[in-house]
T-cell receptor, first 116, second 114 residues
Framework: NAGVTQTPKFQVLKTGQSMTLQCAQD?????MYWYRQDPGMGLRLIYY???????DKGEVPNGYNVSRLNKREFSLRLESAAPSQTSVYFC???????????????FGQGTRLTVV | QKEVEQNSGPLSVPEGAIASLNCTYS??????FFWYRQYSGKSPELIMS????GDKEDGRFTAQLNKASQYVSLLIRDSQPSDSATYLC??????????????FGKGTKLSVIP
């Protein structure tokens, strides 16, 4: 049981390049999330998908787009990478997003992205 | 801005002692509360969830929630060097469909000294 799988694990981009971070979960979870983690800033929510077919902005959505491809997969796209997007990106999933129970989020192993 | 606050530490405790980690949150409507452990260079790992006022125990870990004071804590009994990590408090600030956001504190770094 793999849980949440992210690809790639490491990536170096040049300013202005585009790329897509892939995330897949095999836990039949309804909700999926993208976070970024920067030193001194903690984990910040970029976008989330409460259920298949829906996406919503989080705290720091600028410069990113997302696609909930199906129930398993949730991708994050950087259209024109900037050095400020250098970060560690985590994908997470939970059974559901908005009830009192079963909202525990489980994380992938992360993608270390450097934009030069 | 809905916030989750933690003391950044580092918090140093001797092996075998009780480590006490604290977290406050600003949204009175919050319903779900979580503690994650994150080792350096690794992803966050869920260790406790708590939804109701009071204490919840799981092995050496006890989570405590006081919604009136908007305060959640984590106690680690018989601390081990392997507990040395950053502990993240997370709060579900959503209150209905489509309004979910899991907000994290910046984390408290715990060092257990052998």
């Amino acid at each position: 049981n793999a849980g949440v799988t992210q690809t790639p694990k490491f990536q170096v981009l040049k300013t202005g390049q585009s790329m897509t971070l892939q995330c897949a979960q095999d836990m039949n979870h309804n909700s999926m999330y993208w976070y970024r983690q920067d030193p001194g800033m903690g984990l910040r929510l970029i976008y989330y998908s409460a259920s298949e077919g829906t996406t919503d902005k989080g705290e720091v959505p600028n410069g990113y787009n997302v696609s909930r491809l199906n129930k398993r997969e949730f991708s994050l796209r950087l259209e024109s990478a900037a050095p400020s997007q250098t970060s560690v990106y985590f994908c997470a999933s939970s059974e559901q997003a908005w009830r009192n129970l079963n909202t525990e989020a489980f994380f992938g192993q992360g993608t270390r992205l450097t934009v030069v | 801005q809905k916030e989750v606050e933690q003391n950044s530490g580092p918090l140093s405790v001797p092996e075998g002692a009780i480590a006490s980690l604290n977290c406050t949150y600003s949204d009175r409507g919050s319903q779900s509360f979580f503690w994650y452990r994150q080792y350096s260079g690794k992803s966050p790992e869920l260790i406790m969830s708590i939804y109701s006022n009071g204490d919840k125990e799981d092995g050496r870990f006890t989570a405590q929630l006081n919604k009136a004071s908007q305060y959640v804590s984590l106690l680690i009994r018989d601390s081990q060097p392997s507990d040395s990590a950053t502990y993240l408090c997370a709060v579900n600030i959503g209150s209905g469909a489509g309004s979910y956001q899991l907000t994290f504190g910046k984390g408290t770094k715990l060092s257990v000294i052998p």
